[in-house]
């Protein structure tokens, strides 16, 4: 018998599926091992997966829109815990994800992550549509209208492709298409194409991984994000993004910048009480400007906002007229706030 590949659908940083999977099709070390894409996000084990593929002889991993978003730091959720758990590692696994081709060929097969595009070569085929991005989906869906790409692929080679999601098990369309992320990281299963024989094998999955990566992850994402210095507005938008599952982080974020936001209205007043006092030494104050403002009647509430677009200028402009401080969201905020008293809103975060 000739050389077996091992095609293997979405990882999503499920090392202990891959290994069991591994054993499963008794996987030697004559056998070439293919990942369609997808070897990161989501899952627990990332780094163990990435090592797994690059440290094997015969390995090949196909560009997945998963690698492809890291490449192009679009960052969601699930990119931003990856970058996370790989640590000091991230840079360099980024470096060589950029490097990861974007299909494979043998003389049985094509694999490629996602889709090809019905009636056009391998060789012109877009990055986007083999790639199962956004506008490569979207690029599929105009040009073939109800149709799907499986429906109408005509060969010559029978391709094999992850990315959309199978729950119930690898489906085969015509014996031309196998589509092999059956959800390992969803609570599904992993599966492997074995050619030349074309037998599929699958292990279940051991969790819903990435429901349980979530909630592991969004405490140190939260935390790792500088909410001080980050306009009211983006800091609201980025806790809608990462906030789904109400933890008590996102609790105390959340009221912290209400609390911070709260100071603006007191600025003012203070502003206004310190310009009417004679004894006032308004050009060696730190908020001379605004005090001039205040002087001469032209500081209003909407000119106080706008003087405070994020929490760290609305803290040091409180901590200048003697606010008394809220406790700030993170431990490692900045330290450099010239205004506010030591201690005064780099407290520690008490999330339980
Ligand atoms: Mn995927």
């Given at each position: ?26 996987l ?19 780094g163990?997966?990435l090592?797994f ?15 492809r ?41 094509v ?114 994000k ?22 008590a ?10 609390q ?93």
């Open positions: 018998m000739g050389t077996r590949h091992i095609i293997i659908g979405d990882i999503h940083g499920c090392h202990d599926e891959l290994l069991e999977l591994c054993d499963r099709v008794a030697t070390a004559s056998d070439i091992l293919v990942s369609v894409g997808d070897l990161v996000d989501r899952g627990p084990e990332p163990k997966v090592r593929f690059r440290e094997r002889p015969g390995a090949v991993v196909i560009m997945g829109n998963h690698e978003k890291h490449v192009r730091q679009v960052f969601s959720f699930s990119q931003e815990i990856t970058r996370l758990q790989l640590g000091d590692d991230y840079a360099e696994a980024v470096r060589w994800m950029s490097r990861l081709p974007y299909w494979y060929e043998t003389d049985e097969i694999v490629v992550h996602a889709a090809l595009m019905p009636g056009l070569a391998l060789s012109k085929q877009r990055d986007e549509v083999v790639s199962g991005t956004t506008s490569g989906e979207r690029e599929l869906s105009t040009a073939l209208g109800d149709r799907r790409w499986y429906e109408l692929y005509q060969g010559p080679k029978p391709v094999v492709v992850g990315h959309h999601v199978v729950l119930n098990g690898p489906q085969v369309h015509r014996d031309l298409v196998y589509c092999i992320d059956t959800g390992a990281c969803h609570g599904g299963s992993l599966t492997a194409l074995i050619v030349p024989t074309f037998e599929l094998v699958s292990v279940k999955a051991r969790d819903d991984h990435w429901k349980r990566t979530k909630q592991t992850w969004q405490r140190p994402v939260l935390l790792a500088a909410w001080p210095e980050m306009s009211f507005s983006k800091a609201r938008r980025e806790l809608e993004r990462l906030g789904e599952e109400r933890s982080a996102v609790e105390a974020i959340e009221a912290w910048l209400v911070v936001e709260a100071l603006r209205p007191a600025c003012l007043e203070r502003l206004i009480a310190l310009a009417g006092d004679a004894s006032t030494e308004v050009e060696a104050h730190p908020l001379r400007t605004l005090l001039h403002m205040a002087r001469s009647g032209r500081l209003d509430l909407d000119g106080v906002k706008e003087r405070c677009p994020t929490p760290k200028r609305t803290l040091e402009i409180a901590a200048a007229v003697g606010l008394p401080l809220p406790a700030a969201p993170c431990a490692d905020g900045p330290a450099n706030v010239r205004f506010a008293p030591a201690g005064s809103w780099l407290a520690p975060w008490q999330f339980d």
